[in-house]
């Protein structure tokens, strides 16, 4: 079935430890996003990638960074993980930039201690 | 800035309830309209959509009108399903400028 796959799906990490989130997606589509998603704060937008080989920051970008060699991968790192980095991570993606119609993964929970 | 505010949860009906879920938002320009649904251990998934005023956009007996003039967006359905308990987004993009998602609204329902 065609989508947007996530790994690991749960995670439990120690603080100050590097963590990567994988995001592979076989849809072509040009644009991918990483939310979090937070009680109360709904879903915020982290990193975002309009096209291969281009990144931008989102709404909450520290302590994060992600790349994006070709078009099907969108890997998000943490690179010494603290624990308000404790969310729910979503990589979503789009035909094209922000038309409002995005393709949710079914999500990482990730847990810092 | 631009924003969006939905109504507190959880919202709680039992079944063949009519549900109104408000939302109401905040925009310098001209937005597109979004509701998404999350159902439980799941993605979220876009549910309807409107781009300009008095646009109606529906999906699995859901209606949401584009209301200009209250800025507005309130997600409606006549008889709602224990198979509907989800949270429901209100959401907003304008100029396909980055999609603002409002905090969510948590359906319940009971059999």
């Known amino acids: 079935i065609a989508g947007i796959t996530q790994a690991p799906t749960s995670q439990i990490l120690a603080a100050g430890r590097r963590m990567t989130l994988r995001c592979t997606q076989d849809?072509?589509?040009?644009?991918m996003y990483w939310y979090r998603q937070d009680l109360g704060l709904g879903l915020r937008l982290i990193h975002y990638s309009n096209t291969a080989g281009t990144t931008g920051k989102g709404e909450v970008p520290d302590g994060y960074s992600v790349s994006r060699a070709n078009t099907d991968d969108f890997p998000l790192t943490l690179a010494s993980a603290v624990p308000s980095q404790t969310s729910v991570y979503f990589c979503?993606?789009?035909?094209?930039?922000?038309?409002?119609?995005?393709?949710f993964g079914e999500g990482s929970r990730l847990t810092v201690l | 800035g631009d924003s969006v505010t939905q109504m507190e949860g959880p919202v709680t009906l039992s079944e063949e309830a009519f549900l109104t879920i408000n939302c109401t938002y905040t925009a310098t320009g001209y937005p597109s309209l979004f509701w998404y649904v999350q159902y439980p251990g799941e993605g979220l998934q876009l549910l309807l959509k409107a781009t300009k005023a008095d646009d109606k956009g529906s999906n699995k007996g859901f209606e949401a009108t584009y209301r200009k003039e209250t800025t507005s967006f309130h997600l409606e359905k006549g008889s709602v399903q224990v198979s509907d308990s989800a949270v429901y987004f209100c959401?907003?993009?304008?100029?396909?400028?980055?999609?603002?998602f409002g905090t969510g609204t948590r359906l319940q329902v009971f059999p």
């Open positions: 959401a907003l993009s304008v100029n396909t400028d980055k999609l603002i």
């Open positions: 979503a993606s789009s035909v094209i930039y922000n038309t409002g119609e995005l393709f």
């Open positions: 849809m072509r589509h040009n644009a």
